[in-house]
T-cell receptor, first 117, second 111 residues
């Protein structure tokens, strides 16, 4: 149980274009989904917290107009990197959390490696 | 906000020896402490977690201890094997569902 998928697993795009990444919880309903960014040999940096049916909460320093997050259902959240630049190249990982009286278990997707040329 | 410190950043042990990774946290409201294992290029996998009403939890070769007073928790891996080699992250969270991660420990188990 608690399987999270992410698509695509890798993507190469040109500067100025937009890229959409999907995160799905396959066998459970995720009230909350999280989007992280991970640089090589570094920790997970939380970008935003996404609750189904409401606007995402972005961490300080993360541009909400550049990283658009939509959480349309209890099993799907999307991250769109708009007007991508080479510095946006990174490993993006989502996670999903089951709401259970304050439980915090997060289950991670396999990640998406974005390369902007 | 919460701040999680993790040590050491790298750890090398001989196969069969034990490995210990330590984390401290700052927010006394944190009540959930998971540990994740991440292999190169793969997703973080939850390997064990502990809540603040428990002092120790064990799952086969892996154990976690929590000292709420001192605000620190540790991961213990016994009888290490080469497949234990990975980056391990500790994290701390409270009722907001968010987790704050440590910077990770790269564990190398030498055959």
């Amino acid at each position: 149980g608690a399987v999270v998928s992410q698509h695509p697993s890798w993507v190469i795009c040109k500067s100025g274009t937009s890229v959409k990444i999907e995160c799905r919880s396959l066998d459970f309903q995720a009230t909350t989904m999280f989007w992280y960014r991970q640089f090589p040999k570094q920790s997970l940096m939380l970008m935003a917290t996404s609750n189904e049916g409401s606007k995402a909460t972005y961490e300080q320093g993360v541009e909400k107009d550049k990283f658009l997050i939509n959480h349309a259902s209890l099993t799907l959240s999307t991250l769109t990197v708009t007007s991508a630049h080479p510095e946006d190249s990174s490993f993006y990982i989502c996670s999903a959390s089951t709401s259970s009286g304050g439980a915090n278990e997060q289950y991670f997707g396999p990640g998406t490696r974005l390369t902007v040329t | 906000g919460e701040n999680v410190e993790q040590h050491p950043s790298t750890l090398s042990v001989q196969e069969g020896d034990s490995a210990v990774i330590k984390c401290t946290y700052s927010d006394s409201a944190s009540n959930y402490f998971p540990w994740y294992k991440q292999e190169l290029g793969k997703r973080p996998q939850l390997i064990i977690d502990i809540r603040s009403n428990v002092g120790e939890k064990k799952d086969q070769r892996i154990a976690v201890t929590l000292n709420k007073t001192a605000k620190h928790f540790s991961l213990h891996i016994t009888e290490t094997q080469p497949e234990d080699s990975a980056v391990y992250f500790c994290a701390a969270g409270a009722g907001s569902y968010q987790l704050t991660f440590g910077k990770g420990t790269k564990l190398s188990v030498i055959p």
